[in-house]
């Protein structure tokens, strides 16, 4: 804790007096760029991978970056969706997924969640995930590779559960919304981001930001 309070002091010293007039504007309100959903990860910072400054990205994070269908019991997720686009206007959602995920190494090897029944419940949205990794990729045994395209499956069932939800589906069909399926591999520094055409996961400056958009039919917001 330490750590975290000094931390703190050295924020209002260095950063905050740096960027004050950054951060009084944020009290006249806020207009992000973008819905990040993410892991709840510690070695992801969304912010500094994208070099956006607070105020620039609405986050939702959780364990293995789930979207619950619309209709869950979980409401905590449909009501930041809900509140990003109907409020704040919110033009891209980005769904990213991480290198060494352990929800996804948990789903993975249900073994290690005997006592993690809340965690176990959770990963019930990734069921079809584990369903596609188990059918249709016997052939990957390597530990790390299966563990990566099960990021990257999920990723793809995250978006399509995001799809559920009144507010993402009426703005898809108004074409106000661009949806992204991206990876980020944190030991490397790189990010990969799905592209419909090719149906695979291409890391980011190889391409355009437009037209790594999953809705393909959609104008680049
Ligand atoms: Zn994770």
């Not at 019991?73 to 969706?81: L, Q, S």
Request: charged content about 20%; aromatic content about 8%; glycine content about 8%.
């Amino acid at each position: 804790m330490k750590k975290i309070v000094e931390g703190i002091h050295q924020f209002q010293k260095d950063v905050f007096s740096s960027k004050q007039q950054l951060f009084e504007g944020l009290a006249e309100g806020q207009h992000p760029r973008a819905l990040f959903i993410t892991c709840s990860d510690s070695r992801i910072n969304p912010n500094l991978l994208t070099q956006t400054e607070p105020g620039e990205l609405f986050i939702l994070r959780n364990a293995g970056n789930i979207v619950p269908p619309y209709g869950s019991y979980e409401r905590g997720e449909a009501a930041t969706i809900e509140y990003a686009i109907s409020v704040l206007g919110i033009k891209s959602i980005i769904i990213c997924g991480h290198s060494h995920c352990g929800a996804m190494g948990g789903l993975l090897d249900q073994s290690q969640l005997e006592k993690l029944p809340a965690v176990r419940s959770w990963l019930e949205h990734s069921e079809s995930t584990r369903r596609i990794i188990n059918e249709n990729y016997a052939h990957i045994t390597d530990i790390e590779a299966r563990l990566m395209v099960t990021v990257e499956e999920n990723v793809l069932v995250q978006l399509d559960h995001l799809r559920t939800h009144p507010t993402v589906a009426a703005a898809l069909g108004r074409k106000a919304l661009n949806l992204h399926g991206w990876v980020y591999k944190f030991e490397s520094g790189q990010v990969f981001g799905y592209d419909p055409d090719k149906k695979e996961f291409l890391a980011i400056e190889e391409t355009s930001f437009s037209s790594l958009s999953v809705d393909r039919d959609l104008p680049p917001i």
